[in-house]
Nanobody, 133 residues
């Protein structure tokens, strides 16, 4: 079955870190742009970080800048979301999906800063992140 599976969620204290993993099953993530999204109770789902097929080309939500990062591990067919300096307002279910990126602005190093990221297909079921003391 073609699917994405998230892992790594849990309970963490404010200021702590977590690393989430999104692993592809029966298809290669190298061929897709992949993104992380989150949905807090009573709120709409929002994009967190997305990564294109070109190394270093990313979309980053404002709230994630300087705290979260996204990376690929091709050998494990996985996309990671590293979250540092976590806050209670980061509490949510985090999901990954294949995405469509648009509004690319070319950086000086040749990579792209994408301004929009849309979840398209192959959504995982999500992993719960709770930030609380």
């Amino acid at each position: 079955q073609v699917q994405l599976v998230e892992s790594g969620g849990g309970l963490v204290q404010p200021g702590g870190s977590l690393k989430l993993s999104c692993t592809g099953s029966r298809f290669s993530l190298d061929n897709y742009a992949v993104g992380w999204f989150r949905q807090a109770p009573g709120k709409d789902r929002e994009g967190v970080l997305c990564i294109g097929t070109q190394k270093g080309s990313t979309y980053t939500a404002t709230f994630a800048e300087g705290r979260f990062s996204i990376s690929r591990d091709g050998a494990k067919n996985t996309v990671h979301l590293q979250m540092n300096s976590l806050r209670p307002e980061d509490t949510a279910v985090y999901s990954c999906a294949t995405v469509l990126l648009s509004g690319g602005v070319r950086r000086s190093d040749g990579t792209y800063n994408w301004t929009e990221c849309y979840g398209v297909d192959k959504w995982g079921k999500g992993t719960l992140v709770t930030v609380s003391s």
